[in-house]
């Protein structure tokens, strides 16, 4: 029974969540399109902070930075520490709702709270809570942002969060180097972040890229922070759990499917459609020519913060052993 609530329980909130905002702006249909679209940000936004404010612990990232991977890892770690069966996904709450040792770990794109707090740009109401901040090279995340964009991002989604529209044709250079929804949102959100880090109290920069070279050493520190250490066993196992190949098996056999559509492809015939698709570092750089990559490189060596020592370009990986984003 209580294993069912750990697996309902996200289904719940975010039927709760739909309807809630869907009868609010029932009630404001006169709105013009633009005041709607406002209104429906900082009701995410009102949503956002008060997880965040429950919340014991936030994994901060941009979209497609590794954080699916980086749930089933500490998801695997307590499930075999709790006796919960493996397709329990963390969700914020629902295995404390089983077992109180689980924190509640709020995962967060950061991308509707400044829409209804005052604290939106100086990330004041991250400042008394744990923050995780897994951060990925932005090339990268741009590239695998334009397959979201392209295979898996429902319509409304393009809209609320300002990317090109349902339908439109955007070549995937113009997309990453020149569109606002490429470089340089993630640039952006990166550079806001380095800013707001000499503030956090209680802050742990992990690059998904050191995730990738040492991910038991990089688990264990992650679990250490948050409070709930894991045995050598416990890291292994997770880390073995969560590789490529049975990443892509739990995804095709839909073992999280209870956890809503982050863990599913749009279409299974389609690679580019599914979660977990190729997470290569610097795998940016199998889609563009020199000249396009010199571009990339040049932008973000100009304008994102040296904080996350990105400026140099990262060493491509002799094997695609790829994560989900």
């Not at 209580?2 to 404001?28: D, E, N």
């Not at 940000?41 to 612990?57: I, M, N, S, W």
């Not at 550079?191 to 109290?201: D, K, Q, V």
């Amino acid at each position: 029974m209580k294993h069912r609530l750990a697996l309902l329980q996200p289904i719940w909130s975010s039927l709760w969540k739909k309807t809630s905002r869907r009868a609010i702006l029932t009630l404001f249909f006169f709105l013009s399109p633009a005041k709607k679209h406002r209104l429906q940000r900082r009701l995410r936004g009102r949503e956002q902070l008060q997880t965040l404010r429950q919340a014991d612990c936030a994994v901060v990232s941009f979209g497609k930075s590794g954080r699916t991977w980086l749930r089933v890892l500490l998801s695997r770690v307590y499930q075999l520490k709790h006796g919960l069966p493996e397709n329990c996904l963390i969700s914020f709450s629902n295995l404390n709702l089983v077992e109180p040792a689980v924190p509640k770990i709020f995962f967060t794109h950061d991308n509707y709270l400044k829409d209804y707090s005052p604290n939106g740009d100086s990330k004041a109401d991250y400042r008394d809570k744990k923050v995780v901040l897994l951060v990925r090279h932005p090339a990268d995340v741009a590239v695998s942002q334009y397959h979201q964009w392209r295979y898996r991002m429902r319509p409304h989604k393009k809209t609320l969060n300002r990317y090109p529209g349902e339908g439109e044709d955007v070549a995937i250079f113009d997309f990453v180097a020149h569109h606002d929804a490429g470089l340089t949102r993630v640039i952006d959100f990166l550079n806001g972040w380095a800013e707001a880090i000499p503030n956090m109290s209680q802050l742990l920069l992990v690059r998904y890229e050191d995730l990738r070279a040492e991910p038991e050493a990089t688990l264990a520190r992650i679990l250490d922070f948050i409070g709930t250490p894991g045995s050598e066993a416990e890291v292994r196992e997770a880390v073995a759990f969560a590789d490529f190949e049975n990443m892509k098996k739990l995804e095709s056999g839909k073992t999280f499917r209870l956890s809503g559509g982050r863990m599913q492809a749009r279409d299974a015939s389609n690679p580019n459609s599914y979660k977990v698709r190729r997470g290569k570092v610097s795998g940016y750089r199998d889609y563009f020519t020199d000249e396009e990559c010199a571009e990339i490189d040049a932008q973000v060596a100009a304008r994102l913060s040296p904080y996350f020592s990105y400026g140099a370009i990262e060493t491509a990986e002799p094997a695609e052993q790829a994560t989900a984003g």
